[in-house]
């Protein structure tokens, strides 16, 4: 047994479709990122009134309610889309954009319940393996850290339990894993950020809205029950609020005020974010549609002169529900569109 470093480390995240059943990593399911976790552990402590001590006698621990962290490359084809998919709780996948090409675009929609999970593992040593069996994703972060540069995800996931000693994704199980598809999404210059008022008709190049930067963070609150349940681990996942999001966009400069009349009136707003790649054969290229059907500047513009040269302003809307779908998109919340070479859903 040997400590090994984390760039020679195997990982991987593979779809669970039974909660508490791990399943072993195969092609696809590779992971590339930092992970990191924590058990949550909680420690019983017993009276000591009566005891004729000034300590305790000792401890118990408790429940251990274990996160993992994920933080990654966004992938075309890989464990972003999985990720997504299971956060979401919906992924419908279409026949070829293009005969014979292979290209496939999956709608990745926001379900009222998530019916899949995900196994997390990584290796610990040469000869050990951390392993979470089943994971569900409560928050979901997708960000440009530059342009041109790669899109990230992080997603924070609860587990049923942390195994220590598994037989399912072993050493040489995870070092078997492989990647689908090695592009990762990149935005450049050359990809759109299309913004508008939510009553407007459909989004087009004409509503292109320049930025430096995006941020969009989606949280889905949920826990796991102290259940007494005839078996160990935590309990499948229970909802403890309301689906949110905010959408962080920096921009170069303040030219005019428009914004702030958006601030001031309340206006509800929907944009969408375009990140296109490689081509498919000769079909269509590579590529993630972020749909944001309505959103709200209710914080005001963060403008601070801080240099002696232009200063960028920041803008953070909140996301909530349409009423109906706005014209142009296909939901009343937040959905994606991911066309890589999958052609099965990512839920199936």
């Known amino acids: 047994m040997a400590s090994i470093s984390g760039s020679l480390t195997n990982a991987a995240v593979v779809k669970a479709g039974t909660w508490g059943t791990a399943v072993a990593a195969s092609t696809g399911d590779k992971y590339i990122g930092e992970i990191s976790h924590s058990l949550n552990e909680s420690v019983l402590n017993a009276r000591s009134v009566g005891s004729g001590l000034i300590m305790p006698l000792g401890f118990t621990r408790g429940n251990e309610k274990p996160t993992v962290n994920l933080t990654g490359d966004a992938h075309i084809h890989g464990v972003f889309g999985k990720v997504l998919s299971q956060f979401m709780g919906a992924d419908s996948v279409g026949s070829e954009i ?106 087009a190049s004409g509503d292109q809205f320049n930025i430096l930067g995006y941020e969009l963070n989606l949280l889905r609150p949920q826990d796991s029950a102290n259940e007494i349940k005839g078996s160990a681990g935590n309990g499948s996942p229970i909802y403890t609020g309301d689906f949110s999001g905010t959408l962080k966009v920096t921009v170069k400069e303040l030219a005019d005020h428009s914004l702030y009349a958006h601030f001031v009136n309340e206006t509800g707003l929907k944009c969408r974010f375009t990140i296109e790649g490689s081509q498919i054969g000769s079909g269509s290229l590579k590529s993630l549609n972020v749909y944001i059907p309505r959103m709200q500047l209710i914080a005001a513009p963060d403008y601070s002169l801080s240099s002696p040269g232009v200063n960028p302003v920041t803008y953070t809307f909140a996301i909530s529900a349409a009423t109906s779908n706005p014209t142009g998109m296909s939901s009343k919340y937040p959905y994606f569109e991911l066309i890589n070479t999958l052609s099965t859903g990512y839920q199936a």
């Open 98 to 203: 293009t005969a014979s090409q292979g290209d496939h675009k999956h709608t990745i929609t926001l379900a009222t319940s998530q019916s899949k999970y995900l196994s997390v593992a990584y290796e610990s040593s040469s000869s050990t393996v951390h392993e979470f069996p089943t994971c569900s994703a409560r928050s979901l972060t997708i960000r440009t850290p530059q342009v041109p540069g790669y899109l990230e995800f992080a997603a924070e996931l609860i587990a049923n339990k942390l195994e220590l000693s598994t037989s399912t994704n072993t050493n040489a199980v995870l070092a078997a894993s492989t990647l689908v598809d090695t592009e990762i999404l990149a935005p450049t210059f050359e990809d759109d950020f299309w913004f508008d008022t939510q009553a407007s008709g459909s989004l």
